[in-house]
């Protein structure tokens, strides 16, 4: 099978393109908060190994790389590693500090990648304005085109569709534009979000995508809340993954 971070036209999620360079991003990263003992606890690597990595001597490739990154992850709690950034464990998480920190988006990048690993997903959509750093990570990492939702009609070289809905079901009609690019037969979208999309906004989205030809591929939020997803019309068998549910 072609190696689906490269242009091909393979369309399903697959690590092992640039396994090696996420995994390496995640070392640095957690080098800062781990020393190299614990480490290699966490991924069964050797520390001499590990120094190499690290310090850019040498890289991990094939399985190796894709082990190296799968155990990180398995690892990495997500849920402590928000509390150390931002603090606060009982209350509302400052995401603009999170989905505003490179490192940050690394790692959740990764964690994207390896959730929705194996599925077909063909472009990202980010849903709100914090979401688009980490949106367009993945879209680079992935070798995927991104589209946006703009609150006003946006030219450029693709199609501005309206998606207009009620914004508490009822009262005076909103509208955002869909800016598509590139958008091929049969397109499967993931979408990416900050926290829990207004839920009328999300459902008249996806509709709006059906009748285009296009299907939600999958659906990830940082923070979600319950109440939300509840009201949320997300098509039996897509993916629906989050870090905090409130």
Not at 69 to 89: C, M, R
């Amino acid at each position: 099978m072609a190696k689906s971070f490269k242009k091909t036209k393979n369309l399903v999620i697959d690590m092992s393109f640039e396994a090696g360079k996420i995994a390496v991003d995640l070392l640095r990263i957690l080098k800062s908060k781990y020393d190299y003992r614990a480490l290699s606890t966490i991924t069964g690597f050797p520390i001499s190994t590990l120094t190499r990595y690290i310090t850019g001597k040498t890289a991990p490739k094939g399985a190796k790389a894709e082990r190296l990154l799968k155990n990180l992850l398995s690892n990495i709690n997500l849920t402590a590693l928000i509390v150390n950034e931002v603090g606060d464990p009982d209350g509302d998480p400052n995401l603009s500090e999170l989905l505003l920190n490179p490192d940050i988006i690394k790692v959740f990048g990764a964690h994207v990648i390896n959730e929705f690993m194996g599925m077909k997903i063909t472009s990202i959509l980010p849903l709100d304005i914090l979401s688009i750093p980490l949106a367009t990570y993945l879209a680079a990492a992935t070798s995927r085109p991104m589209h946006i939702v703009s609150p006003e009609p946006v030219t450029v070289d693709g199609d501005s569709i309206p998606i207009i809905f009620l914004e508490n079901g009822h009262g005076q009609a909103r509208a955002y534009w869909l800016v598509i690019k590139n958008c091929g037969k049969k397109e499967s979208v993931l979408t990416i979000s900050s926290q829990t999309p207004n839920p009328y906004f999300f459902n008249s989205l996806v509709e709006t995508m059906r009748e285009m030809g296009m299907e939600l591929g999958g659906f990830f939020t940082v923070v979600a809340k319950e109440e939300d997803l509840k009201k949320m019309k997300i098509p039996p068998g897509v993916k629906r993954s989050y870090i905090i549910l409130s």
